[in-house]
């Protein structure tokens, strides 16, 4: 257990529709990441808050958006989901945002459009 | 730009085979490199690491030799388990950033 965790563990849905994934950090850890996994994109990186604020930014599309709160927990919003954003969707957090500290990942949120 | 280009799996073994899993990576700069492993049902979990040329970075009978000259950082095990049975990610990061570039993955599968 890496001590991040993320709801839900499944997701079906409908294509046009907006889902919201979530993910709570390791005790203590400020910075969240976002990825998706698909079979034939692999894994990428969408997105990174550090403490409340964005920090960096990857192959995240306009339609998806995402913040972190200030209890640290963060939250991913796909919105007019098309088929091919079915995807395993995985949450990250380290300590702090610079480069010398190991990344933790949640299970991840399948998510399945219709 | 930055990636990681690993073999096509699925990678096929019988218990106590030899594993080599090829990576080699494209970046500008001398990135740090990483190899995650993942279990079915799971997230990530870093498996090793190596910050500079020639380092080598070992945990659970696995190794990986940080190749500049090759642009390379393969992993090998001496003596598969069922247990070692997943997809493994090859990844490179560079200092004074977090995120991180990932390989497509490679599934190996043990069998008994």
């Known amino acids: 257990d890496s001590g991040v965790t993320q709801t839900p563990k499944h997701l079906i849905t409908a294509t046009g529709q907006r889902v919201t994934l979530r993910c709570s950090p390791r005790?203590?850890?400020?910075?969240v990441y976002w990825y998706q996994q698909s079979l034939d994109q692999g894994l990428q990186f969408l997105i990174q808050?550090?403490?409340?604020?964005?920090?960096a930014k990857g192959n995240i599309l306009e339609r998806f958006s995402a913040q972190q709160f200030p209890d640290l927990h963060s939250e991913l919003n796909l919105s007019s989901l098309e088929l091919g954003d079915s995807a395993l969707y995985f949450c990250?957090?380290?300590?702090?945002?610079?480069?010398?500290?190991?990344?933790?990942f949640g299970p991840g949120t399948r998510l399945t459009v219709t | 730009g930055n990636s990681v280009t690993q073999m096509e799996g699925p990678v096929t073994l019988s218990e106590e085979a030899f594993l080599t899993i090829n990576c080699t990576y494209t970046?500008?700069?001398?990135?740090?490199l990483f190899w995650y492993v993942q279990y079915p049902g799971e997230g990530l979990q870093l498996l090793l690491k190596?910050?500079?040329?020639?380092d080598k970075g070992s945990n659970k009978g696995f190794e990986a030799t940080y190749r500049k000259e090759t642009t390379s950082f393969h992993l090998e095990k001496g003596s598969v388990q069922v247990s070692d049975s997943a997809v493994y990610f090859c990844?490179?990061?560079?200092?004074?950033?977090?995120?991180?570039?990932f390989g497509k993955g490679t599934m190996l599968l043990v069998s008994p």
């Open positions: 190596a910050t500079k040329a020639d």
């Open positions: 970046a500008t700069g001398y990135p740090s």
């Open positions: 990250a957090s380290s300590v702090t945002d610079t480069g010398n500290y190991e990344q933790y």
């Open positions: 808050y550090y403490n409340g604020e964005e920090r």
């Open positions: 005790s203590g850890d400020l910075s």
């Open positions: 990844a490179l990061r560079f200092p004074g950033y977090s995120t991180l570039t």
